[in-house]
């Protein structure tokens, strides 16, 4: 997903009545209703526009696994959305946002808690222009690389992967291109762009190029995008927290299950899908499933929140470690009963 959520500003945000969530206590496992129940409208940031990438939620909707927790969906695509800013005050119960906000936030003091992972790879991806061939990170050294900007999820792959090859920045070349990695890299004005594994190689490749191409979760373990909601939401809500990782942890199961009902289905949400760069946007599918399926469907490896937190703190986006076990819980995940 394009750039979910820029690197925060430092907000102070205090939530009045809200004490530090317990994460060690499971919640009572919630069945989902079985008769007709009022529905609680949510307004869920997603971070960028309406797009194939988010089948999982489209299928939800409209297999009806969101109503039958009493949930009605309102997707924000607005891009001046902060979604973790939101949250964290309280004005609104969840967002989709990627895993190293939350530590930021925490490390501000913003009480949002990760919830269930939906990407269990980092979708972050290096990828070499024209006669650049990249074999690993070694190759990455003396060449000019374009980013979308200094910050947001693609420049913490970028400098995470830099941090656990141990090459120093100052070795490369680094440019502000904007979301022009596709053009940047046809016209060979960078050696290198940093983009979305599941986006800029598919584009390229359809372009007649052949980029050569490293996973950043091939060498680093960073927590990447999934559901955050807050220590209130938690504590006052905890029906509404199960019901909303219940019915996505199902609508992400179909949609890995059965890709061409999902991408049938995304086309009543996504302008446009059905007409335009079908084959493109197949693909981007069948690529983001590759970094949704895991054994274990919405769990978070405590591992790759201490990962992130390491990368966080070598680039100087935090000075204090946020105490990891409050970064996110399992707990709503265990208790959803969905394979």
């Not at 895993?99 to 990407?119: C, I």
């Not at 909601?229 to 006052?236: D, G, V």
């Not at 905890?238 to 199961?253: E, F, N, S, Y």
């Not at 059965?258 to 899908?273: C, M, N, S, T, Y």
Request: proline share 6%; charged share 20%; with cysteine.
């Amino acid at each position: 997903m394009r750039n979910l959520c820029p690197l925060l500003v430092v907000i102070v945000v205090a939530l009045s009545g809200c004490g530090p969530a317990t994460m060690s206590a499971s919640p009572t496992p919630l069945p989902p209703s079985s008769s007709p129940v009022a529905l609680t409208k949510i307004r869920l940031p997603m971070g960028y526009i309406a797009n194939v990438q988010y089948a999982p939620f489209y299928v939800a909707v409209d297999k009806g696994y969101y109503a039958q927790e009493g949930i009605e969906i309102e997707f924000d695509y607005s891009f001046e959305t902060d979604g973790v800013k939101l949250v964290g005050a309280g004005e609104l119960p969840f967002a989709v946002v990627s895993g190293e906000q939350v530590v930021l936030a925490r490390s501000q003091g913003l009480p949002v808690v990760y919830v269930m992972q939906w990407f269990h790879k980092f979708p972050i991806a290096v990828i070499g222009c024209g006669d650049t061939v990249l074999n690993s990170p070694e190759d990455l050294v003396g060449k000019t690389v374009g980013l979308p900007g200094f910050f947001g999820a693609s420049f913490v792959g970028w400098r995470g992967l830099l941090y656990k090859a141990g090459i120093d920045p100052a070795k490369v070349t680094e440019q502000d291109i904007g979301f022009n990695q596709v053009a940047v890299c046809s016209q060979k004005r960078a050696q290198v762009v940093v983009g979305y594994a599941n986006n800029e190689p598919i584009q390229l490749r359809n372009a007649g190029l052949q980029p050569s191409v490293l996973l950043v979760s091939d060498y680093v373990n960073i927590v990447a995008n999934g559901l955050m909601t807050n220590e209130k939401t938690i504590q006052e809500q905890p029906q509404l927290v199960q019901g909303m990782v219940r019915a996505t942890l199902r609508g992400l199961r179909d949609t890995i299950e059965k890709p061409d009902e999902a991408f049938e289905i995304a086309k009543k949400f996504v302008p446009g899908l059905g007409h335009e760069n079908v084959q493109v946007q197949r693909q981007v599918l069948d690529e983001s499933i590759k970094m949704w399926r895991s054994d274990k469907l919405g769990m978070s490896d405590p591992a790759a929140w201490e990962t992130t937190a390491d990368v966080l703190m070598q680039m100087g986006q935090i000075t204090t470690r946020p105490d990891v076990n409050k970064l996110f819980t399992n707990a709503f995940v265990e208790n959803a009963g969905v394979d």
